[in-house]
């Protein structure tokens, strides 16, 4: 059974960098049949979608425009771990974020617990 | 970006009754494979959201067949056959062809 457990602070200041990581357990963060996305929720924006990376023989990213000057999604073989890094975050950045992994073409299948990050002074 | 509009905001439904939620894509999600890549969520209460619907009308894994998909052009229906109370959350559609992947602002389903 594939998990995805998310740590990080739950309160970043403003102009900071917010940084999350997604434990991957059940799964291979090199697997070449998935993607590994972050996605956030607010009430203002709903869902999200910020962005994945997966392994095709080598790694690719693809992020939303919204945000693709500010984002970086690393993975970590040695930890079987994703990171997320968000740059000169304000509070339009506090949200839940998940994790979540996409099989092929088969949707997003394993969701992370989510995580709230507050962007505050 | 592609636009997802879904409909109705909110939707009370008696159990045993069936229900019905559309998305209309701003754009075709016709993938070169034949499949559109637009797929469901279900988000219950107090949970992260959850894979119902793939490529418009394939049931995920587990997924009760009381929940089936259509699609017409850029137009998609979210079925369920027969409601039941562990069918309350909100219900979201998402398109999986481009990037940014884009999501409806949602449909609540609650139970009369």
């Known amino acids: 059974q594939v998990q995805l457990h998310l740590s990080g602070p739950g309160l970043v200041k403003p102009s900071q960098t917010l940084s999350l990581t997604c434990a991957i357990s059940?799964?291979?963060?090199?697997?070449?049949?998935?993607?590994w996305n972050w996605i956030r929720q607010s009430p203002s924006r709903g869902l999200e979608w910020l962005g994945m990376t997966y392994y095709r023989s080598k790694w690719y990213n693809d992020y939303a425009p919204s945000v693709k000057s500010r984002i970086s999604i690393n993975p970590d073989t040695s930890k079987n771990q994703v990171s997320l890094q968000l740059n000169s975050v304000s509070p339009e950045d506090t949200a839940v974020y998940y994790c979540v992994r996409r099989r092929a073409s088969y949707g997003l299948d394993v969701w992370g617990q989510g995580t709230t990050v507050t962007v505050s002074s | 970006d592609i636009v997802m509009t879904q409909s109705p905001p909110s939707l009370p439904v008696t159990p045993g009754e069936p229900a019905s939620i559309s998305c209309r894509s701003s754009?075709?999600?016709?993938?070169?494979?034949?499949?559109?890549?637009l797929d469901w969520y279900l988000q219950k209460p107090g949970q992260s959201p959850q894979l119902l619907i793939y490529w418009a009308s394939s049931r995920a894994s587990g997924v009760p067949d009381r929940f089936s998909g259509s699609a017409s052009g850029t137009d998609f229906t979210l079925k369920i056959s027969s409601v039941e109370a562990e069918d309350v959350g909100v219900y979201y559609c998402m398109q999986d062809l481009q990037t940014p992947r884009t999501f409806g602002q949602g449909t609540r389903l609650e139970i009369k």
């Open positions: 059940g799964d291979s963060v090199t697997s070449n049949t998935v993607a």
């Open positions: 754009q075709s999600l016709l993938h070169s494979n034949g499949y559109n890549y």
